[in-house]
Every structure is written in C-alpha cells, then in structure tokens.
C-alpha cells in the first residue's frame, strides 16, 4: 500500500498562472479530503468527497479555487489567477468512510505550492 | 463554528521525561477528538481518538478527554527523540459539517 500520493511534491508558479495538483487515494478509501496548511493559519480544510460526490466545499475560496474527483482514483484541486497567498502546503487526504465514525484519514505528503 | 486551542506551542524535555500536551474544543457536541503527528516534510498520521468521556491508552499514549470542560490532553510517557514532531489535535463534529477542525499545533523537541 503506497499511502496517499499527491504529485507534484513541488510546485513554484508566476502571478496569474494556473496550478492544478493530483492526488491519488489510497484504494477502497471513500471519503477524499483537501486541506491548507500555512504557518500562520495551520491546518485548514477546503472540500471532500464521498464516492466521488461533492459533499462540502465550505472552506473553499470560491472565485478561483475548485476540486473534481472524476474518479474513485484521482483527485485534483485546481487553482486559478493563483496568488502570493495562495503559497501553502496543500495537503490531501482519504478515509476507508466517514461520518459519525471512527475511521482516521490517511494523508498525503502534501504539495508544497510557492506563487512569486 | 468549531474552534480548536492548543497549548503549548512549543515544548523542549530530555529524553525519557514524560510530555503533557493540551487541547481545548468549543462545541461540546464534538463526537471524537483526534491527535496526529505530523514530522518536517510529511502529512500528519493519526495516533489516537478518544470519543467518550475519561481515558485511553496505547502503548506510551494516553489521551483524556473531559467533555464538561471541553479538554483533552494527550501524554506520551517515556519520550523519544522520534517523538520530536508537531502534534496536532483535531475535533470532529458531524452536526451540520462532517469534517475536522484542526488546532495549529505543539512543536515537541526531545533532546537526547
């Protein structure tokens, strides 16, 4: 079982530009979290699936900032007009299942994202 | 909305001393509360949950959660230099948002 894969580890990208970063689940797993972490913010969620469903997108900045999960495999976080700061590490994250339950999420090594 | 407060945010112990962490949650309907560890350049790995009121041990952790003050504290005894990490700790309610809320964090440094 190789964990949560989240390609790429680095990402440095202009002003304006597009970035859109990959993660993979663990297989089985049914639940796809994503996260934010930044020195000064911590730990922040943005979105997550379930069986591949938008189930809350609440932390997501709205304007430029969305997530497809296309399939049980792969999902992405895209990230338009990015700004300085939008530098964070993203992290991603998946769950066996979720809900009222006891189950842990399992995550990713994170993409560490630098806007210049 | 959910808010998590952890203290200390940093700590330094000798190796072998016993580590105390604290965690304080704001919505007493908070099912589970969660601590993960987090090493330089990695994603946090859960290490314990603890739903109901009282104690949990595993192994050199044990967490204690007190819903009528709305803490919990996590001590790991017996501390080693792998212990060295951010620990965070992590609340979970399910009453209209089924995430986590996640604390900013302890730095634990052991020193050998």
């Known amino acids: 079982n190789a964990g949560v894969i989240q390609t790429p580890r680095h990402k440095v990208t202009g002003k304006g530009q597009e970035a859109t970063l990959w993660c993979e689940p663990i297989s089985g797993h049914s639940a796809v979290f994503w996260y934010r972490q930044t020195i000064v913010q911590g730990l922040e969620f943005l979105t997550y699936f379930r069986n591949q469903a938008p189930i809350d997108d609440s932390g997501m900045p709205k304007e430029r900032f969305s997530a497809q999960m296309p399939n049980q495999s792969h999902s992405t976080l895209k990230i338009q007009s990015t700004q300085p700061q939008d530098s964070a590490v993203y992290l991603c994250?998946?769950?066996?299942?979720?809900?009222?339950?006891?189950?842990?999420?399992?995550f990713g090594p994170g993409t560490r994202l630098t806007v210049l | 909305q959910e808010k998590v407060q952890q203290s200390p945010e940093s700590l330094i112990v000798p190796e072998g001393a016993m580590v105390s962490l604290n965690c304080s949650f704001s919505d007493s309907a908070s099912q589970s509360i969660w601590w993960y560890q987090q090493h330089p350049g990695k994603g946090p790995k859960a290490l314990i949950s603890i739903f109901s009121n009282g104690n949990k041990k595993e192994g050199r952790l044990t967490v204690y959660l007190n819903r009528a003050s709305l803490h919990v504290s996590l001590h790991i005894k017996d501390s080693q230099p792998s212990d060295s990490a951010v620990y965070l700790c992590a609340a979970l309610n399910t009453e209209g948002a089924d995430r986590l809320t996640f604390g900013k964090g302890t730095q634990l440094i052991i020193q050998p």
């Open positions: 994250a998946s769950s066996l299942v979720w809900g009222a339950s006891s189950y842990e999420q399992y």
